[in-house]
């Protein structure tokens, strides 16, 4: 019964910003990393920026100094503050967690998808 869900896409404009969240729910033992990735028409899935449970981030160099992730681990969600937007960033985005539900077995489960859209 693992649940991830995303929440915050939108329609901005070229330099707005979008504030996407991601939270995991379920039989959950632990979460290994959770990340954010996109998928723009004809394009293949791409990372965008990854935290571990311990804090390390790291992130596509087309959006470094633009995008930042943060966790929240009380609340198992992940965020991804987006700034000074482009049109070449609109993809649909998904969110993956890399959670253990099973003894020492880790596992990747993936939300549905929320549609960023950045008008010129």
């Known amino acids: 019964q693992v649940q991830v869900v995303e929440s915050g896409g939108g329609l901005v404009q070229a330099g707005g910003s979008l504030r996407l969240s991601c939270a995991a729910s379920?039989?959950?033992?632990?979460?290994?990393?959770m990340g954010w990735y996109r998928q723009a028409p004809g394009k293949q899935r791409e990372l965008v920026a990854r935290?571990?449970?311990?804090?390390?981030?790291n992130y596509a160099d087309s959006v470094k100094g633009r995008f930042t992730i943060s966790r929240d681990n009380a609340k198992n969600t992940v965020y991804l503050q987006m700034n000074s937007l482009k049109p070449e960033d609109t993809a649909v985005y998904y969110c993956?967690?890399?959670?253990?539900?099973?003894?020492?077995?880790?596992?990747?489960?993936w939300g549905q998808g929320t549609q960023v859209t950045v008008s010129s």
């Open positions: 379920g039989n959950i033992l632990s979460i290994n990393a």
């Open positions: 993956r967690a890399t959670l253990r539900v099973v003894a020492q077995i880790s596992h990747d489960y």
């Open positions: 935290i571990s449970s311990g804090g390390d981030t």
